[in-house]
């Protein structure tokens, strides 16, 4: 940086001291100036030497490129999210899930990320209820648990054209625009770290990528276990027969498992799908499957002139409880084709196994996906149509994510 001293007439001469304390602070500014631009340098020569000869793209890019594009889906439970925090309101199993993601790199952020772990708190409603009733304090304290998601990335792949210059476009802006961007942006910047440097430039080369279709299109796939477990057992009031009234409290542990496999893909046009193929096995009973349903009964006492006044309702299951698991087997497309990728079609058909329970439910959606000034999913929500155990349910699930991204 070149400075350039301006004589001016002043009454008083500085002293020495002043005179040693301005040539200092000038030899600072441009020391800590050319370091900052030597970091920045260092960092972009570190990103390039981490990209292998035959590749095109840094591991870091591919993970932000994925992830951005990945959480147009969060409102799915078995979509991993790949920020920090995320929250989940699902119609599906109407329920409501708040956790955080771990990544478990030790701080490797230039490695490619094959494993994201996930811990949250879920409360779970009745699947034919409306979902908000879960809040009413009479029922929150039954429906409260731990939901663990450990996710595997095995591949993901970037396609481009074979006679197409991308590698020697991408490097260009990299070492031209992107730095002289870097320059602008940590000018000032008195601790400048190399984390933050990296990040900017996988920020902005990814930005350059999707910009300027720097791809044709790309896909990750990816294993999820997922286990949810109850704190708190759900609790249901019962009575054998409308005769003897015997009333009776049945708890019950709302457990389940599942392994889904997944594949998504996303095109330079803006438009993408996830396909996944779902196993599970969860705890069940006659209530859920509604073999025995709830009746309203009333209490009632005589006055001194013979006259029944009522004092009390309460609605009360009419039958044995019973308790059994069962398997289920689901199938799952989640398009997002208008509107540049924003809204799109889904549709999901679940087949249950098993001696006391085994209809078939499916599910027809409209996903939309809300955008920052970023380009990021801010917010996604999913209307859907449901059959269950041949009811219809008009019903809608939410996702948000906060934080950073897991790159």
Partial sequence: MRYTIVKQTIKTQPTMKTQITTIFLLFFLSVHSQTNQEKIQNEIDNYENEISSNDVYNTKTLNLLFNKNL??????????????????LDNDDNSFAFGYSFDPRNGEASDYLQFLTYVGLKMKGKKNEDFYTVFESDKAKNNIGIEFKATWFPFGSIWTNKNSTLRQDIALNRKTKIKR?????????????????????????????????????????????????????????????????????????????????????????????????IPKIYNNNNILTE?????????????????????????????????????????????????????GLSAAIEK??????????????????????????????EIQWREINNNHFLGISIGKSFGKFVN
Avoid: C, H, M
């Fill in 71 to 88: 959480e147009s889906y969060l409102t799915s439970v078995e979509v991993p999210s790949l920020k920090s925090l995320s929250a989940v």
């Fill in 291 to 343: 073999t025995i349903t709830s009746k309203t009964f009333t209490t009632s006492q005589s006055t001194s002139i013979n006259q029944p006044v009522q004092t009390s309702t309460e609605n009360l299951y009419l039958g044995q409880f019973e308790e059994f698991t069962t398997t289920q087997l689901k199938a799952e497309l989640t398009t997002f084709f208008l509107i540049d990728g924003k809204v």
């Fill in 352 to 381: 249950n196994y098993g001696s006391k329970y085994d209809p078939t439910n499916w599910k027809l959606a409209i996903p939309i996906s809300l955008k920052n000034a970023k380009g990021e999913s801010d917010i996604n929500f």
């Fill in 181 to 277: 961007k870097a320059i602008e942006e940590f000018e000032n910047k008195t601790d400048l770290s190399s984390k933050s440097i990296s990040d900017f430039i996988t920020e902005e080369e990814v930005k350059y990528i999707l910009k300027e279709d720097k791809y044709n299109s790309f896909s990750k796939a990816w294993i999820t276990l997922r286990a949810y477990y109850p704190i708190t057992n759900n609790e249901y009031s019962l009575v054998d027969n409308t005769t003897d009234f015997n009333k009776s409290i049945s708890e019950f542990e709302n457990w389940d498992i599942s392994f889904s496999l997944n594949y998504f893909r996303n095109f330079n046009n803006n438009n993408s799908y996830t396909f996944s193929i």
